[in-house]
Structure formats: structure tokens, C-alpha cells
């Protein structure tokens, strides 16, 4: 059984926030990282945070995001882990795969697996194992050209999860990447095992990934690493119905302070969409301004499941004061 070194599990559980430090966090991210902490807590989880920091970053980021976070009241146990220091635990994980002949190398670019997908048969973004049989001459050539990523050889098509809210959940299941082609831990792999180092046996994200957590489970089974309850939210959307982004305006921390608003309007905002019921205080009933208010009224019963429009953050803020 894979056993990252360190590992630490705590006996109530834990639950996680695993924010990409690549700019500020915007409202939906907070949205999140609030049913996360809310759901942690709730239930007497341990709650923690990562620091997903594989891909692209913006200097100064993860301490904006920290400071964003605890703004809110979210407090966190242990020092957030940041995973660019963890390069030792994915390889050893890719080591066990390897071990059980689970694991090969690709060639194969972005546009061969695109034009490979959308031909006739093809599975929509899935990979369609065309380096799955290579010949250890076929791989010396390739390698040539270019350095191979690292694949599972799935031995299934697809993998059932339970969710807090979508219930049993089926996807499939493709020879997902490893490692990348530039020797970096795939996220994929990284949130694994990172999950199991940490303990987490509660994960709450934007429903936009649940297609991607059958994979994830599958990848744990063959770690041998433990169950995960998870529950996906719904997301926070713009006015044209897309996911909400920073580009979208004053929808950030740091520009809805610059606009007027305080953290106690902000939180009340969050605390409106999800919806949750006002707390009552000396100074008279008023939706949760602190994480510790929502924590108060939070029944996971009550949330809406729809997504949250996010029309005009600061129309929206002066609604919930009233």
C-alpha cells in the first residue's frame, strides 16, 4: 500500500480548500472555500489548506489568497501544504504504479489527441491509447523527437463516486496523464496523493470538476489510499451564464474594498446566494457577516443547487444589508 511519508490522519477527518495561486480569488473561489470550510466544520472535520502551485503563478498570490480567506473568518489547521515541494511523494506514487505495470510513456502532442478524439468513434476528450503499445524501438524513435509524457494503463472504462448532492456519479476513466512531458506532477496525480498526505477524507469543490473525480477515486484504488466523501457546489456564473472569472469586474476582494464594500458585506453577499437564514445578534437579526456566523445557521440541507448570477456584486451587496 503507497503510504506518503508524513502522512497524518486525523481521527474526525479533515477537509480542505486547494486554491491555484495564479491571481486573487473572486467571489465564486470564496464561495467555495466557504462551503468547504463550512461543511468541514460542521461535521467536527479537521480543515486545511494547499497550495496547488504546479502550473502557472502570479507572485504574491497564495499570501492575497490567505489573507482573502482569513478576511473572512476561514481558519485553517497546520500550515497550508504548497505542493511544489511534494516532488519526491508523486514519485514515489508513479514508482508503485510502475511497479504493477500501470504506467508507460507518451509521445503524442496536444493536436494528435485532439484530431485522434474528433474523429468518427472517438470519445470526447478522452485518450485514445495510441502509445499504450508501442515497442521499446517504436519508443526509442519517438523519444528522439521529443520527451515522453508519463500514463496510467487504466484497467477499467469508467469508476462510480458518491457525492454529497449528485448522488452515485459514473464517468469514465482514460489513460489520464501522469506526469508531464516537462517532468511536473499532472494535477490529476498531485491531488491524490496530496489528499492522502493530508488526510482529507471530505472534498467540497465547484461541480464543474465532478467529471474529473471518477478518475481521481479510480487513481486512489490503486494507490491503495482511502475513501473520499465528496460534495461539488454549484458554481458562481456571470451575467452570460459562464463560469465567473476576474475578468468579470469588481468581483474580487481587493476591488470590491476599492468600490466601498467591507468584509462583513461581502460575507453577507456569499451568505445571501447560498441562501442562508439570518443570525440573530444584540443588535438584532442580520444575514451571517463572519464564517463563524454562517457556521451558526449552515445546514447542508438548505443550500440551493442552482447556480449563483452574479449580475452587479455591488447592487447585490446593498440588497443583502437590508
Known amino acids: 500500500m503507497f503510504t506518503p511519508s508524513g502522512q497524518h490522519i486525523s481521527a474526525q477527518g479533515t477537509g480542505r480548500y486547494a486554491p491555484s495561486p495564479s491571481g486573487d480569488l473572486h467571489l465564486g473561489n470564496l464561495r467555495t472555500a466557504l462551503y468547504a470550510w463550512l461543511l468541514a466544520r460542521s461535521t467536527g472535520r479537521r480543515f486545511v489548506l494547499r497550495i496547488e502551485d504546479l502550473d502557472r503563478v502570479q507572485e504574491g498570490s497564495a499570501r492575497r489568497q490567505l489573507d482573502d480567506l482569513a478576511s473572512l473568518g476561514i481558519d485553517w489547521d497546520d500550515e497550508p501544504l504548497v505542493q511544489s515541494k511534494r516532488t519526491h511523494a508523486y514519485d514515489e506514487a508513479v514508482r508503485e504504479l510502475r511497479a504493477k505495470g500501470l504506467v508507460y510513456e507518451c509521445f503524442c502532442t496536444r493536436r494528435e489527441i485532439q484530431e485522434a478524439a474528433s474523429a468518427p468513434h472517438g470519445a470526447p476528450g478522452a485518450y485514445?491509447?495510441?502509445?499504450?503499445?508501442?515497442?521499446?524501438?517504436?519508443?526509442?524513435?519517438?523519444?528522439?523527437?521529443?520527451?515522453?509524457?508519463?500514463?496510467?494503463?487504466?484497467?477499467?472504462?469508467?469508476?462510480?463516486?458518491?457525492?454529497?448532492?449528485?448522488?452515485?456519479?459514473?464517468?469514465?476513466?482514460?489513460?489520464?496523464?501522469?506526469?508531464?512531458?516537462?517532468?511536473?506532477?499532472?494535477?490529476?496525480?498531485?491531488?491524490?496523493?496530496?489528499?492522502?498526505?493530508?488526510?482529507?477524507?471530505?472534498?467540497?469543490?465547484?461541480?464543474?470538476?465532478?467529471?474529473?473525480?471518477?478518475?481521481?477515486?479510480?487513481?486512489?484504488?490503486?494507490?491503495?489510499?482511502?475513501?473520499?466523501?465528496?460534495?461539488?457546489?454549484?458554481?458562481?456564473?456571470?451575467?452570460?451564464?459562464?463560469?465567473?472569472?476576474?475578468?468579470?469586474?469588481?468581483?474580487?476582494?481587493?476591488?470590491?474594498?476599492?468600490?466601498?464594500?467591507?468584509?462583513?458585506?461581502?460575507?453577507?453577499?456569499?451568505?445571501?446566494?447560498?441562501?442562508?437564514?439570518?443570525?440573530?445578534?444584540?443588535?438584532?437579526p442580520h444575514l451571517p457577516e463572519t464564517a463563524q456566523q454562517m457556521l451558526e445557521v449552515f445546514s447542508p440541507d438548505a443550500i440551493s443547487h442552482d447556480p449563483w448570477t452574479v449580475l452587479d456584486p455591488l447592487m447585490e451587496s446593498s440588497c443583502a444589508a437590508c
Not at 456519479?169 to 491524490?192: E, I, K, P, S, W
Open 128 to 284: 485514445p491509447g495510441t502509445c499504450r503499445q508501442l515497442t521499446d524501438e517504436q519508443r526509442a524513435e519517438k523519444a528522439l523527437d521529443r520527451p515522453a509524457a508519463l500514463r496510467l494503463r487504466a484497467e477499467v472504462s469508467q469508476w462510480t463516486v458518491c457525492d454529497l448532492f449528485a448522488g452515485r456519479y459514473t464517468d469514465a476513466v482514460d489513460d489520464m496523464v501522469l506526469v508531464r512531458n516537462d517532468g511536473r506532477a499532472a494535477y490529476n496525480l498531485a491531488v491524490v496523493v496530496d489528499d492522502a498526505h493530508q488526510g482529507i477524507d471530505q472534498v467540497v469543490r465547484g461541480d464543474d470538476l465532478l467529471s474529473s473525480t471518477p478518475r481521481q477515486s479510480y487513481l486512489a484504488h490503486l494507490l491503495g489510499l482511502g475513501d473520499i466523501e465528496y460534495a461539488h457546489v454549484p458554481l458562481a456564473l456571470n451575467r452570460d451564464g459562464k463560469r465567473l472569472a476576474k475578468r468579470d469586474g469588481a468581483v474580487t476582494m481587493a476591488r470590491l474594498r476599492d468600490a466601498g464594500l467591507s468584509c462583513a458585506d461581502i460575507a453577507r453577499l456569499i451568505a445571501q446566494s447560498m441562501p442562508l437564514r439570518p443570525v440573530r445578534t444584540s443588535t438584532g
